[in-house]
């Protein structure tokens, strides 16, 4: 301070608010400076963040979930096959299958790991290092088992130090299983491998149905950890899109390995070449059983190629006798045959168009068309045929199905041969009606026959049932679908009848069935020689069998190709494989048995023992009973008369104050009017009476008649193969005696049991039935005075006539005696004529 100079004092406040002045002056920008930055900085990242958050979003979050997460691929699992029971015949599983990354094993170690990797698969070295020196990743081996892969697994951890770590991975493929290795190998197919496993169906249903069962490919992501290993599974809706949906087969497997066994046990008891079945039901065109012999194994496929062929579809063959079911069809539906009508087979060998037609048993003379058809005379058969025009009969079997495929859901169909008509030679109608110069799959007949035996429709054939996804539930169903009618219901039943008789006494008799009714047809057809060109010593066996006549379920179709055993005829090589499938069949399907009649019910009684074990069971009631309205008739009708006395049909025509006429003695056979007719104001009435006895034969050959399907005017034509017996025919509450001879074959239709005890028929006391002591019979107690007596007398005439041809010998018409009262096929060549023996002679054909 300088001397001398004023002194200033300032306040020691005022000190300090001056410092605070001049500090912030010197910080105060600094401070605003440090403030701006931040801000500055923040206005900065805003559109930074911008881009990130909101315009570049999905980008970023895409780049962040490649970090996390990873695509897998999802094989899709193929579906399942089910038999109609949803019995598994097919499946998959995911199996390990390795593949090589070359790019990851070194040079220098590639033959060292490839000796171990070909140890461990069992692959040979060469083959497993010519993979790891290719470009690019290969499959090393499929399916692997699961100690397959670890010790694949433990030989790259063997070598982590000198092959990177992948050099061999590991993908999911599905493997197909065939649980029951050969059963309906053929209906099944098999598969071969795609890029997902064994999931390209090559043959049957697993060929068809590709597009449902193979599943679809799927791709996911899921999350991940460090190592990229997937920490999550798939979402679910995308597993269940990859499924495969099941099919449901109409296959049976009880059915299908019945029919398989027998058709294989056929083939080699008869030293054959190959054969064939197929069932199929009647009413809805299912095929229940498809099986051929040579067959394959579903596991093991290591075989010859020819046997892979489904011959019951693929292969046709001239069908033979079997054909004749479709001609006596045609010919019957075009109103050209009557079951009755005479058929001259002119002892077996008949000279047509310059060719001789041959029965293979030979003898037969003028037989009825059952028994022409029973004997499968072919002389016969190409009579039938020839009663249509070529045309008409073209027209038939191209409705039967012939010519042309089925579209039955199986690969590789033929549609056999039938040519067109215009192309037919003269020789034509003496071939095909018997099963030549035209060619047929097993499927064709087994549908043309089932067609006949369900009412005249035609059914198309399949072998899928329906569709069900992953869960079981269905997803599509195949319904039954009718085609076309081939022919009448009539036909039908009259077909049928044709057929029964093969078995119950023609060339079928080994296909007969214990417990159910069954029909069918035999054939054998000779095989034409390849190098020849001509028909050799080779033959076919068939049978085609319906069963159960009564309300048909299934038809069975077998072929035996070139049987070399001891017989090559249809009935005893093809027969009893019908017999052994149908059998399973029927009670696989729980068909109901033949059941006893209910013993109240008015019945046919067959009184003599020989009539009894031909006819026993099989006279239909409703044609031997009169058809007579239950209400009176109106004033103006004529009413029915039949069976009435003098006395009743007098009171009747006094009440309708009509002029009459009577005819004989006994009761009413015969009236005109007509009954039921509407009547003219004095119209006169006429009356024929005869003795009861002709009345109620009238009724038998009435019965016969309308069985036949003939009108009241037209005659019945008996076989030469008659019967002398004595009927009991319940009428009312009568039960009246008749001595008749009749066509066996004119009265059989639906069997109807016997009831085995009905009361005995009394008059003033009970009188016993003389029968065959071993079977006691009786029958309704109310019966007529008269009817008793006359019984009795004829049973009396019946025993002297026995008596006496019993004391000559040399007759040619023995007695009915009881060793020869069991014996069904016996014919009586001498039997007596009577009133209602009926014959007509203006149908024989020449």
């Not at 608010?17 to 002056?25: A, D, E, I, W």
């Not at 910080?27 to 570049?56: D, E, F, G, K």
């Not at 056979?669 to 109620?696: H, N, W």
């Amino acid at each position: 301070m300088t001397e001398g100079a004023p002194v200033r004092l300032t306040h020691p406040s005022h000190r300090a608010h001056s410092g605070v002045s001049m500090l912030r002056k010197t910080y105060r920008h600094r401070i605003h400076l440090l403030l701006l930055i931040p801000l500055l900085a923040v206005c900065a990242l805003v559109p930074r963040l911008y881009v990130l958050q909101i315009a570049r979003r999905d980008h970023y979050r895409e780049l962040a979930a490649r970090q996390h997460t990873k695509t897998v691929t999802i094989v899709p699992c193929r579906g399942k096959i089910l038999d109609r029971n949803l019995h598994e015949l097919a499946g998959s599983r995911l199996m390990n299958s390795a593949y090589i990354d070359p790019f990851k094993i070194p040079d220098e170690h590639k033959v060292s790991f490839a000796h171990e990797v070909s140890r461990v698969v069992n692959i040979p070295f060469d083959e497993v290092y010519g993979r790891m020196t290719r470009k690019g990743n290969s499959p090393l081996a499929r399916k692997l088992s699961n100690d397959t892969v670890l010790a694949l697994q433990d030989v790259s951890l063997d070598f982590r130090k000198r092959v990177a770590n992948g050099a061999i991975y590991f993908l999911e493929e599905g493997k197909r299983e065939y649980s029951r290795d050969e059963l309906a190998s053929h209906v099944i197919g098999f598969t071969q491998l795609d890029e997902t496993g064994d999931n390209t169906g090559l043959a049957g249903v697993e060929s068809i149905y590709n597009d449902e069962l193979r599943g679809k490919r799927e791709k996911a992501r899921v999350r991940t950890n460090a190592v990229s290993v997937a920490m999550e599974p798939a979402d679910a809706s995308q597993m269940f899109s990859t499924y495969g949906n099941s099919v449901v087969l109409t296959l049976d497997d009880s059915i299908q390995r019945a029919a398989q066994t027998a058709i294989v046990q056929a083939v080699e008891e008869h030293d054959a070449t190959a054969g064939m079945v197929v069932v199929i039901a009647v009413k809805t065109g299912e095929v229940l059983a498809l099986a051929n012999c040579p067959t394959f194994n579903l596991t093991d496929r290591r075989a010859n190629p020819e046997q892979f062929r489904n011959r019951a579809v693929a292969d046709s063959i001239e069908p033979g006798s079997v054909m004749k079911i479709l001609t006596y069809a045609s010919a019957i539906d075009e109103d050209k045959l009557n079951l009755n009508d005479s058929i001259n087979c002119e002892g077996g060998r008949w000279n047509v168009h310059g060719r001789t037609v041959s029965d293979s048993h030979m003898g037969t003379g003028i037989v009825s068309a059952m028994e022409a058809f029973a004997t499968s005379s072919n002389v016969g058969a190409v009579k039938v045929g020839m009663r249509m025009t070529p045309a008409r009969f073209h027209e038939r079997l191209v409705r039967f199905g012939l010519g042309q495929a089925t579209e039955i859901d199986l690969p590789g169909e033929s549609a056999g041969l039938l040519r067109n008509v215009r192309n037919w030679t003269s020789m034509s109608m003496s071939s095909i009606p018997m099963g030549y110069e035209l060619r047929v799959t097993g499927i064709q007949m087994a549908a043309a026959v089932a067609a006949i035996a369900n009412n005249g429709i035609y059914m198309k054939p399949h072998v899928v049932r329906e569709i069900r996804d992953f869960r079981g539930d269905v997803v599509k169903r195949i319904e039954p679908k009718a085609l076309r009618r081939v022919c009448s219901p009539t036909t039908s039943k009259r077909v049928l009848r044709l057929m029964e008789e093969v078995v119950v006494k023609g060339t079928g008799k080994t296909a007969a069935l214990d417990d159910y009714r069954a029909g069918g047809k035999t054939g054998t057809s000779r095989k034409i020689d390849p190098e020849t060109r001509t028909y050799g010593r080779s033959y076919v066996a068939s049978f085609c069998g319906v069963a159960p006549l009564e309300d048909p379920e299934i038809v069975v179709y077998i072929y035996i190709d070139n049987p070399r055993g001891s017989s090559y005829y249809g009935g005893t090589v093809a027969a009893p494989t019908f017999r052994e499938v149908a059998s399973v069949a029927l009670k696989t399907l729980k068909v109901p048995m033949e059941q006893e009649a209910d013993p109240s019910l008015k019945v046919a009684i067959l009184t003599s023992e020989r009539m009894r074990t031909e006819l026993e069971g099989r006279v239909p009631v409703e044609y031997l009973t009169e058809n007579r309205p239950e209400d009176e008739v109106s004033s103006d009708t004529m009413p029915n008369l039949g069976g009435m006395s003098m006395k009743e049909a007098s009171e009747h025509l006094a009440n309708l104050r009509l002029p009459f006429e009577f005819e004989g003695t006994g009761v009413v056979v015969d009236q005109t009017p007509r009954p039921y007719v509407t009547l003219e104001p004095g119209e006169k009435v006429q009356l024929t009476f005869a003795p009861r006895q002709e009345y109620m034969g009238k009724l038998v050959v009435d019965a016969a008649r309308k069985e036949a399907g003939l009108h009241n005017a037209a005659p019945v034509a008996f076989a030469a193969d008659k019967t002398e017996g004595e009927l009991m025919l319940m009428h009312g509450d009568e039960a009246q005696p008749v001595r008749l001879t009749v066509n066996q074959t004119s009265l059989i239709r639906a069997p109807l049991p016997r009831p085995n005890n009905l009361p005995t028929p009394e008059t003033e006391a009970t009188a016993a039935i003389e029968t065959d002591p071993a079977v006691e019979r009786k029958v309704n107690k109310a019966v007529a005075k008269d009817a008793w007596s006359t019984w009795k007398k004829e049973r009396e005439k019946a025993a002297a006539e026995e008596k006496k041809a019993a004391s000559k010998p040399e007759e040619s018409a023995p007695p009915i005696s009881e060793s020869t009262a069991g014996t069904s096929t016996e014919k009586s060549d001498a039997a007596p004529a009577s009133m209602y023996d009926v014959s007509d002679s203006s149908r024989t054909t020449n």
